[in-house]
């Protein structure tokens, strides 16, 4: 990796900005979320009030998950790192104002004012209307007009892992939005299921997960100082998910109509797709090499449970896509769980490590060290105890409906474990609370003096040296 | 070693450019393009001439059933397993989708799936159940759309109207289809030899066990011996919510009911009565069916209904009776038989089966009230005008000696 002779510069207002915006849009989501886990416990929460019926609220989560936490927290890391990557800056400061207001004015605010006013789709990770999803679209192009040519450059002599996914992601999402969005409304009935479920992976095979693997393997080296376990290992990887992904999609409708061999693709993808993650974080885990599970610093700290709940996750999705099990648990409160272990796992730690580890190097951001460490462990205690009871619930709700059991009593028997779930929305909630505290107070700068960096020193140049010693040509 | 280094990351761009988008595409044929095209002709074959599309209404009622998010706890397809086929009826297939853009299949279930829902219940029914689910299934968790209506469940706004009549949509192409559109299809889905495919048609088209069915329809035989304790937990759970806690059909969601819901503490019900209105549900009324428990749950509600009737009548004088029976002879037994059956020559016609007063004995007060006002939403009609007075008395007493507590069989 060669640079030019002037260090890159990290717009921090920008990293700063979609840190923000990430932070804010989460506890919008999040409150969505509790509200329609509440509504299942006592549903008259709400009654009456439109906007406030479970329906629409879970469309406002899900799309603000997606789109307001993870987007704006990816913009952020993206910022940090893709100049560091690259030796060069992104595009313009000035085009970063505009996706960053398009972003979240164009895309978010109206997104969520529509759903909840009831103008929508039905359609999953896709609820915004088509109005919104114009803008969607023209924010992949702008972000990809940001960050990609930095890639480009004349004297780039070789790609360090996260870049390759970085480009993926944004790429790909690019192409996969409008499959996943608009062939639906115009394709009817099981031919555009067929393509919803490829877009309902998509979404997390082509978006979420490329950048929140680019933030593991970003982080890891930058963190730790220790180099990659396998250069070789990271290409493969990368290689075998953007080839096994997308044909994972099907898996969403195991014994439907749609023809059997592509239930069938889907399903074999899912299993190798399994066996890929687990090649992927084996070399992520083994480039840790004694650092511990638990990392003294929480950027790193975040980044490594995510990597394990990564491998949790897929081993868990690779076999509930199986004929199997997916008959008794598909439709279940185990998919719900699942769901969340990714997004609320694997994700969300991911986006945070990767806020946080960008947020340290901003010279005049607050930090609250302490403050982050908890917000890590209420998160994890609060994920571990929201998947574990919804993938009981989903087990109870399988037996029951393979049973000759009235419908209903698989309502009655998944309650206590709603409630359960209801519940760890309070860690989780109190994770949040103290990861924007994190960000929010402390002295400023004593991010940079908590990884050890002394001031005066230049982070950006500091840390390409770090990832220059990981990122070995590929 | 740099400018080389630097034209290999060119190549290898390149060769990601093509290997990427070449994957990517792969996907979006394999999963999505092809199998539309195996899917289109499926529907092209196996589709009726004729298949019916939705009407206006039933257009703009499926557009609130996809802004309110219904998709994301009732599924709208029944998948090729057994578990689902018995629960729901016959799988999905491509052709009775076609007219969906987009699609409402759904990946969650908590409430039960709803393909085949239209006929399973009433409008009155659904109307209730928007308005205020709960006053309808006590246990149920399902949001109310109480904004859909003016105020209550009998002043529905269009909305609504048009989201009742879009869920009495549901399923419609395939039951109009008939034995005929099945057999068609069967033939000409090319799926001789698919195991899978072949579950299409095996089974019930609706396994509903809500649905109601004509009366006396295979009623199974009840065992004698009855958990008292469980029969009222059942009524509580399932019941009362219309029929009221005492059986006086004093239920939250009685008043938007039509008709009403029986006041059980009124009536005398021989068991076989009680049995057939559980196991069959009451055709035409807000009455399901209750399949989905079993005798020993049937025995024990049962119980429940006939310990609401309390209290003996005072004795009928002859006279009277012979008036009564004179007076049903002439104006009554079109509807409700010679003998009371319920088995009269227009019963037939009827969408409400006319009352059988061998399994079923009113009060006399609720036996005059009928005569004297008719029962709402159904074709018994008010006799006052028509009867004199004492013609009422005598026809209300004379239809309350029918009554065989045996069952009248």
């Given at each position: 990796m060669s640079r030019d002779e002037a260090a890159p510069r990290v717009e921090t207002s920008l990293v700063y900005a979609h840190g923000v915006a990430a932070l804010t849009t989460l506890f919008v989501s999040v409150a969505f979320g509790i509200l329609a886990s509440i509504q299942l416990l006592s549903p008259e929460t709400g009654a009456g009030t439109p906007w406030l019926s479970w329906g629409r609220i879970r469309y406002a989560h899900t799309q603000g998950i997606m789109l307001g936490w993870l987007g704006n927290a990816f913009f952020a890391f993206l910022y940090h790192a893709v100049p560091i990557l690259t030796g060069r800056n992104v595009t313009s400061a000035t085009l970063g104002r505009w996706l960053f207001a398009l972003w979240n004015f164009a895309v978010l605010l109206p997104g969520w004012i529509l759903v909840l006013a009831?103008?929508?789709?039905?359609l999953e990770w896709a609820e915004f209307p088509i109005g919104v999803d114009a803008f969607v679209i023209a924010g992949l192009a702008l972000a990809a007009i940001q960050f990609l040519p930095a890639f480009f450059g004349r004297r780039l002599e070789s790609l360090y892992v996260s870049s390759w996914y970085i480009i993926g992601g944004l790429v790909f999402t690019q192409l996969a939005y409008p499959m996943g969005n608009i062939v639906p409304e115009v394709v009817p009935g099981a031919q555009g299921a067929a393509f919803s479920g490829l877009w309902i992976h998509d979404a997390v095979g082509l978006f979420v997960t490329p950048l929140a693997v680019a933030i593991l393997y970003f982080v890891i080296p930058a963190a730790s100082g220790r180099p990659i376990y396998s250069h070789f290992l990271s290409m493969l990887g990368f290689w075998l998910l953007f080839l096994v992904y997308p044909l994972n999609g099907t898996h969403h409708y195991v014994y439907s109509v749609i023809p059997m061999e592509a239930q069938l693709t889907a399903i074999a993808a899912s299993a190798i797709l399994g066996v890929t993650v687990i090649l992927v974080v084996f070399n992520l885990l083994m480039s840790l090499r004694g650092a511990?599970?638990?990392?003294?610093d929480a950027g790193l700290k975040f980044v490594v449970m995510s990597t394990i709940m990564y491998l949790v996750v897929s081993i868990q999705g690779s076999l509930q896509a199986q004929m199997a099990i997916n008959q008794a648990?598909?439709?279940?409160?185990w998919v719900i769980g699942h769901s969340h272990l990714a997004m609320l796992g694997f994700a969300t730690f991911a986006a945070a490590g990767g806020l946080v580890h960008a947020w340290q190097r901003i010279p005049w951001a607050r930090y609250n060290a302490r403050a982050v460490t908890w917000s890590y462990w209420l998160l994890l205690s609060g994920v571990m105890m929201m998947v574990a009871s919804l993938t009981a619930a989903g087990i109870v709700e399988a037996r029951l409906w393979q049973?000759?059991?009235?419908?209903?009593d698989s309502v009655r028997a998944a309650r206590p474990f709603w409630l359960l779930r209801s519940l760890a929305g309070i860690p989780i909630t109190a994770g949040f609370v103290a990861l924007l505290a994190g960000l929010m107070t402390g002295p400023r700068g004593a991010g940079l003096r908590d990884v050890g960096v002394v001031a005066g020193a230049d982070p950006v140049r500091d840390m390409t040296s770090v990832l220059n010693r990981a990122g070995e040509p590929a | 070693m740099t400018a080389r280094a630097g034209r290999a990351l060119r190549i290898a761009y390149v060769v990601a450019a093509v290997a990427g988008v070449a994957f990517f595409v792969m996907s979006v044929a394999l999963l999505g393009v092809w199998p539309g095209r195996v899917l289109d002709r499926q529907v092209r074959a196996m589709s009726p001439e004729r298949a019916l599309g939705l009407t206006v209404s039933e257009e703009r009622g499926r557009t609130i059933y996809g802004r309110e998010g219904c998709a994301y706890c009732h599924t709208q397809q029944i998948r090729f397993v057994h578990a689902d086929i018995r629960r729901f009826g016959a799988p999905t297939l491509a052709w009775e989708t076609r007219?969906?853009?987009?699609?409402?299949?759904?990946?969650?279930?908590?409430?039960?799936?709803?393909?085949?829902?239209?006929?399973?219940?009433t409008d009155d029914w659904h109307l209730a159940h928007l308005f205020a689910p709960r006053s309808v299934v006590t246990d149920s968790v399902m949001p109310s759309y109480a904004w859909l209506f003016d105020g209550s469940p009998d002043r529905p706004l269009q909305g609504v109207r048009d989201l009742v009549v879009y869920l009495q949509s549901l399923g419609r192409a395939r039951e109009l289809a008939g034995p005929d559109g099945e057999a068609r299809a069967r033939e000409r889905c090319d799926c001789a030899g698919d195991h899978m495919m072949q579950m299409a048609f095996g089974s019930a088209l609706n396994a509903s066990p809500a649905r109601t069915r004509t009366s006396g329809t295979d009623v199974p035989v009840l065992p004698v011996s009855v958990n008292e304790r469980r029969g009222r937990q059942l009524y509580a759970a399932n019941c009362a919510s219309c029929h009221g806690p005492r059986g006086a059909g004093d239920g939250p969601a009685a008043a938007s009911l039509v008709p009403a819901p029986s006041d059980l503490s009124s009536h005398e019900y021989a068991t076989a009565r009680i049995v057939d209105a559980l196991w069959n549900g009451v055709a035409g009324t807000a009455m399901q069916a209750w399949r989905d428990y079993p005798p020993d749950d049937l025995a024990a509600l049962t119980g429940v209904v006939q310990g609401f009737h309390g209290g003996q009548d005072a004795a009928v004088p002859d006279s009277l009776l012979a008036t009564g029976e004179r007076v049903y002879v002439a104006n009554c037994v079109q509807c409700h038989g010679r003998d009371g059956?319920?088995?009269?020559?227009?019963?037939?016609?009827?969408t409400i089966a006319p009352t059988n007063f061998r399994t079923q004995r009113p009060s006399m007060n609720s036996s005059l009230r009928a005569m004297r006002e008719g029962v709402r939403g159904t074709r018994m009609a008010s006799w006052t005008g028509r009867l004199s007075e004492s013609e009422i008395v005598a026809v209300a007493a004379y239809v309350r000696s029918l009554y065989e507590s045996n069952g009248g069989r």
């Open positions: 009831g103008v929508s789709q039905p511990g599970i638990f990392p003294r648990v598909h439709f279940s409160d049973s000759d059991a009235p419908w209903l | 007219f969906d853009f987009p699609h409402l299949w759904g990946t969650r279930r908590i409430g039960p799936d709803l393909a085949r829902a239209g006929s399973v219940r059956r319920g088995d009269g020559s227009a019963a037939g016609e009827l």
